[in-house]
């Protein structure tokens, strides 16, 4: 006899951006499936906290703001191109440290879903940039999906039958 699985439905997706194409590519995943479950897209920028000294506060204040316009600016246009596809969706700007925020925003939003895109940093790259992703996954308590965007070698060769011939 077949038991029926209840599944939760997906009805918050929060996607993090730092603006590359790795993040456009998590971007694109997202809103494929926030079309199929009618989700709700939440977008989140983390701006880094930079440790700083007295002498230091002006500067860092102005680039900062600067930060946050661009970012703001960014988020926006995502925000729009979204909406298009006939998405909900919400952007938030926060200043922190980029995982721990993440964290934080799904724990608050209780979101269902976080999708992300991953740098495939290996290595010594890996070792002193750390991964966001990685520690997103380990410490998130919903479902984390990561997008890679292919690399090009990757991309440019088809893939080969196993059938025997």
Do not use: W
């Not at 951006?17 to 993040?23: E, G, I, K, N, P």
């Not at 900062?64 to 988020?75: D, N, V």
């Not at 926006?76 to 969706?89: A, G, Q, T, Y």
């Amino acid at each position: 006899m077949k038991t029926k699985r209840k599944t939760s439905p997906i009805k918050r997706i929060l996607v993090p951006t730092d603006f590359s194409s790795h993040s456009t590519h998590a971007i694109d995943h997202a809103a494929i499936v926030a079309k199929q479950f009618d989700s709700e897209v939440i977008l989140i920028h983390v701006i880094e906290s930079l440790p700083y000294s007295v002498t230091d506060t002006f500067n860092i204040v102005e680039h900062r703001r600067a930060l946050e316009t661009t970012a703001g600016s960014l988020l926006e246009n995502l925000r729009k191109d979204l909406i298009e596809k006939d998405l909900s969706v919400r952007t938030h700007l926060v200043t922190g440290t980029p995982y721990r925020e993440i964290l934080k925003k799904s724990g608050r939003e209780k979101v269902d879903l976080i999708v992300m895109g991953t740098h495939g940093r290996t290595g010594v790259k890996r070792l002193l940039l750390g991964s966001v992703a990685e520690k997103v996954v380990r410490l998130s308590t919903c479902p984390v999906l990561t997008v890679r965007v292919p690399s090009k070698r990757h991309a440019a060769t088809p893939a080969k039958s196993t059938r025997n011939r």
